[in-house]
């Protein structure tokens, strides 16, 4: 079965630099949502979509944008890059509420 | 304001059965999930309980009480590839938000 792409699994920026981080989920969800996590951190909610549409938002910077395409594939841009911002970051979507993670963007910030 | 308080560690011995409590303070609720994470890798869904009660999944149960704002997770028959962190997450009332808590970092020794 399908399940959710992130892109890319890895990535190396330095600080003040921009990073895009890619999500496709699994076909027919509705809802796409992105979490931060830190080392021996819980996910931390940034955002999420509903049929395109931004649906909540959580704590995330004004440094970071997000936003869904018309083949609901989902994008995290982040600039001004800081070191704080290494992290693993999911990308989750879901038809029913169950919650199904991609496998993460590692981000490393030097 | 949103709260969500789980024990940090557990260890228990293989084959034993181990309990693993979550309570809750959130301004919304529209159900209680528990996922399963080992290190590095993304979570993964283990139950959701929306009605209060008992969910029952193999050698995983989940029990939910709503008026208390109180859930567990219950492993039996442990086996050492259970070592993992175990989180307990709600999701808001609109449905757009879920929110973990910091994980339970289980440790099962022979």
């Known amino acids: 079965a399908a399940g959710v792409i992130q892109s890319p699994r890895h990535l190396i920026k330095e600080k003040r630099e921009t990073a895009t981080l890619k999500c496709y989920p699994i076909?027919?969800?509705?809802?796409v949502y992105w979490y931060q996590q830190g080392p021996g951190q819980d996910p931390q909610f940034l955002i999420s979509?509903?049929?395109?549409?931004?649906?909540d938002k959580g704590s995330i910077p004004d440094r970071f944008s997000a936003q869904q395409f018309s083949d609901y594939h989902s994008e995290l841009n982040m600039s001004s890059l800081e070191l704080g911002d290494s992290a693993l970051y999911f990308c989750?979507?879901?038809?029913?509420?169950?919650?199904?993670f991609g496998e993460g963007s590692r981000l490393t910030v030097l | 304001g949103q709260n969500i308080d789980q024990p940090t560690e557990m260890t228990a011995t293989e084959g034993a059965i181990v309990q693993i409590n979550c309570t809750y303070q959130?301004?919304?609720?529209?159900?209680l999930f528990w996922y399963q994470q080992h290190a590095g890798e993304a979570p993964t869904f283990l139950s959701y309980n929306v009605l209060d009660g008992l969910e029952e999944k193999g050698r995983f149960s989940s029990f939910l009480s709503r008026s208390k704002g109180y859930s567990y997770l219950l492993l039996k028959e442990l086996q050492m590839k259970d070592s993992a962190s175990y989180l307990c997450?709600?999701?808001?009332?609109?449905?757009?938000?879920?929110?973990f808590g910091a994980g339970t970092r289980l440790f099962v020794k022979a």
């Open positions: 997450a709600v999701r808001d009332t609109g449905g757009f938000k879920t929110i």
């Open positions: 076909p027919r969800h509705d809802t």
């Open positions: 959130t301004s919304g609720f529209n159900g």
């Open positions: 989750a979507s879901s038809i029913s509420g169950e919650l199904f």
């Open positions: 979509f509903y049929e395109k549409m931004q649906s």
